[in-house]
């Protein structure tokens, strides 16, 4: 036996439509003891085990989680999951404290699979939510989860994208909506990694994207990161305000990548008078720092690129300077020193961290 619990006449209607048009029939069984509008709807047929299996149905409240095919799937489907989901276990709140309004959409589940599944499901509809354990002090309750979804952007998102079956939840969600602005969500987010599980070895794919960006559990990640350089020493977004953010990111375990060519080169007027020592003196400085750091605390060091522009007064010396090095490199290996890439033969010369790059732009 399938079947579903509705509790009033717009979810009867919305699932008996769906029996029939899946199934092509169902039977209601009416709790009348319970109320007149508390009515399972169910299909006894054995054509229900192909959609159940499909779909992953065979769950229980505590072990329930959002199948894959609604995880692979559409907006449209994962919106229609959604939609269900929030018709049976969740509710509109709004409060009033000191004279001030609040409120949210909420979905309760004793399920944390569950509530991290409807989270990612929200973020892949550009829907952010927030995930709360809510602990019951009573010994035979379990633990449930609380998928929020508070700020005024995103309610409204739920509000137009998924919404509500009944029309008593939807007029709430409107008078909520309505009645409590609140916040707008910021397109960025900054979260805390709170700790780290193994879950054992996966296939590891290099994404590329046009905008530099890919998902990874529902969350934007970067491996490496471009960062812009000005022409100035000293001042936020100059050379060595480069060095402190470049520092920052390959503490974390990322590389960097920067294009180099509005620095000014060797010989070139400064405004406060003299002319500048060159980009190549720069880089060296910006080598010897990667190569300090062990990217993420682990063996390796920093990954560091340089690009610069074809038509740069320095992209000659920048050209031609790994061959230099690692002639000096040659000298001192045929004069005694060690020949490993983190012996001191390389860790004499530069760059040693630097992945240069030549571009011709038109």
């Known amino acids: 036996m399938f079947g579903a619990i509705t509790i009033n006449d717009d979810e009867y209607a919305f699932v008996s439509n769906l029996f029939t048009a899946l199934f092509g029939s ?3 069984v009416v709790r009348a003891a319970i109320s007149d509008l508390y009515r399972i709807v169910k299909h006894d047929s054995k054509k229900v085990d192909p959609f159940v299996e499909k779909y992953e149905l065979a769950q229980t409240s505590l072990t329930a989680f959002v199948p894959d095919i609604i995880m692979k799937g559409s907006i449209a489907e994962k ?3 959604l939609r269900s989901l929030f018709q049976a276990d969740g509710t509109v709140r709004m409060r009033a404290v000191d004279g001030r309004n609040s409120g949210d959409v909420v979905l309760t589940t004793i399920s944390e699979e569950l509530a991290h599944g409807v989270q990612l499901l929200l973020l892949s509809m550009g829907i952010y939510s927030n995930v709360s354990p809510v602990n019951d002090s009573r010994e035979d309750r379990h633990r449930s989860y609380q998928v929020v979804i508070a700020y005024f952007s995103e309610r409204l998102k739920y509000e137009q994208l998924i919404g509500f079956v009944s029309a008593e939840k939807k007029v709430k969600l409107r008078h909520l909506n309505n009645l409590v602005e609140g916040k707008e969500k910021g397109s960025l987010s900054e979260l805390t990694v709170t700790n780290i599980e193994y879950i ?3 296939e590891v794919y290099d994404i590329q994207t046009a905008t530099a960006q890919f998902l990874a559990n529902g969350v934007v990640v970067h491996n490496c990161f471009i960062l812009s350089v000005d022409d100035d020493l000293v001042n936020e977004g100059g ?4 060095w402190v953010r470049e520092a920052r990111i390959f503490k974390y375990g990322s590389g960097v990548g920067t294009n180099f060519s509005y620095i000014r080169g060797e010989g070139e007027k400064l405004s406060g008078g003299g002319t ?5 003196s720069f880089l060296k400085i ?4 990667a190569g ?3 990217s993420g605390g682990t063996t390796r060091r ?3 690129m340089v690009c610069l522009d074809l038509d740069h007064p320095e992209v000659l010396d920048f050209i031609n300077w790994k061959v230099e090095e690692e002639k000096k490199v040659g000298a001192l290996i045929a004069a005694g020193y060690p020949s490993d890439y983190e012996g001191e033969a390389y860790k004499t010369v530069v760059p040693l961290r630097l992945f240069a790059s030549v571009q011709f732009v038109r």
């Open 26 to 28: 169902y039977t209601t």
């Open 79 to 81: 919106a229609a999951f």
């Open 200 to 202: 054992g070895e996966e």
């Open 239 to 242: 050379l060595m305000d480069l």
């Open 276 to 280: 500048s020592s060159g980009l190549m």
């Open 286 to 289: 910006g080598d010897r720092a």
């Open 292 to 294: 300090a750091i062990k």
């Open 302 to 304: 920093a990954a560091k």
